[in-house]
């Protein structure tokens, strides 16, 4: 069974920075691109970040450009958002996904088939 676990989310004050953490189990995607999307109260989850299966290649969403880094560690079947400079407006769940086959990077929902339970992330002002 696959399970995507992710850790690392909590209360920061605005300004702050938080490194989130995202362990695979039940198979490897070291050929796989995964990502991060979330989603705030009252609104639909949005693409954050992905990294291609190498992580040489990452791309982002317009608002966290310059502040978020995604980044990747085969061996250990993870990937992490480090995310600085963080505002309220980034306060939401933060949910790691893979996709299932072999491709490039992707930024739809649509695009991943294995899904964490998310982490919450709060950003006071």
């Known amino acids: 069974q696959v399970q995507l676990v992710e850790s690392g989310g909590g209360l920061v004050q605005a300004g702050g920075s938080l490194r989130l953490s995202c362990t695979a189990s039940g198979r490897t995607f070291s050929n796989n691109a995964m990502g991060w999307f979330r989603q705030a109260p009252g609104k639909e989850r949005e693409f954050a970040a992905a990294?291609?299966?190498?992580?040489?290649?990452?791309y982002y969403a317009n608002s966290m450009k310059g502040r978020f880094t995604i980044s990747r560690d085969n061996a250990r079947n993870s990937v992490f958002l480090q995310m600085n400079s963080l505002k309220p407006e980034d306060t939401a769940v933060y949910y790691c996904?893979?996709?299932?086959?072999?491709?490039?990077?992707?930024?739809?929902?649509?695009?991943?088939?294995?899904w964490g339970q998310g982490t919450q992330v709060t950003v006071s002002s």
């Open positions: 996904a893979a996709r299932k086959t072999a491709g490039g990077l992707a930024q739809y929902q649509y695009n991943y088939d294995y």
């Open positions: 990294i291609s299966w190498s992580g040489g290649s990452t």
